[in-house]
């Protein structure tokens, strides 16, 4: 007899000096809810280390109100400013320092990944991206920042992974295997991802 699959809680961070996204995500055996998503606003903070802080301090409420089993967490990229990719690694250190410090699991995906999980392109707009998780998670709001569902996106993105806390994982070639595989969770989807 199968056992039931466990419930599980992502934590979704991208993470950011002037506005952080986050999503959070639970997954019941095949369905994935949304629970919250939201952004932190640091453009009022002139400090860079008052902005660290209250990632810190944000990180460490979100984990405390959820509970998740891991941090989802987006991976910075080097664009032409080398100065924009240092600001980005150290909000990305200090939101893995909070995780790491309730000892929640971290998993650091690139953008890439995380746009080619949610749409099957990984060169997809922010729009795009949102447009699919409004899809795949059945809601209507449209977030004041896109942020929020960047952060949502790197949660849903771990989920499609199937990286389980126990050591146990289950990975997909791509968009094709995992809509093949997943078809209860991308109702209608499926026809859309062979076009």
């Known amino acids: 007899m199968l056992s039931e699959k466990k419930e599980r809680v992502i934590l979704g961070i991208d993470p950011g000096t002037a506005v952080m996204g986050y999503g959070v995500i639970l997954e019941k055996g095949n369905k994935t809810e949304l629970l919250s998503m939201g952004v932190v606003k640091m453009?009022?903070?002139?400090?860079?280390?008052?902005?660290?802080?209250?990632?810190?301090?944000?990180?460490?409420?979100?984990?405390?109100?959820?509970?998740?089993?891991?941090?989802a967490i987006e991976a910075p990229f080097y664009g032409k400013n080398i100065q924009v990719l240092l600001?980005?690694?150290?909000?990305?250190?200090?939101?893995?320092?909070?995780?790491?410090?309730?000892?929640?699991?971290?998993?650091?995906?690139?953008?890439?990944?995380?746009?080619?999980?949610i749409t099957g392109n990984g060169n997809a707009t922010k729009e795009q991206v949102a447009a699919m998780?409004?899809?795949?998670?059945?809601?209507?709001e449209t977030p004041e920042f896109l942020d929020a569902t960047d952060g949502l996106a790197v949660a849903v993105c771990?989920?499609?992974?199937?990286?389980?806390?126990?050591?146990?994982?289950?990975?997909?070639?791509g968009w094709e295997s995992f809509v093949s595989d997943n078809k209860t969770k991308v109702k209608g989807l499926a026809a859309k991802a062979k076009k």
Request: hydrophobic share 35%.
């Open 87 to 117: 600001k980005l690694g150290r909000a990305q250190g200090t939101a893995i320092a909070a995780a790491l410090s309730r000892n929640i699991s971290v998993t650091e995906y690139s953008p890439r990944k995380i746009k080619q999980s």
């Open 158 to 173: 771990h989920s499609f992974q199937k990286i389980s806390t126990s050591g146990k994982s289950k990975t997909y070639s």
């Open 43 to 71: 453009t009022h903070l002139d400090d860079p280390f008052l902005k660290l802080q209250r990632i810190f301090e944000k990180t460490v409420v979100l984990i405390d109100q959820y509970n998740p089993d891991v941090l």
């Open 133 to 140: 998780l409004q899809r795949l998670l059945n809601f209507k």
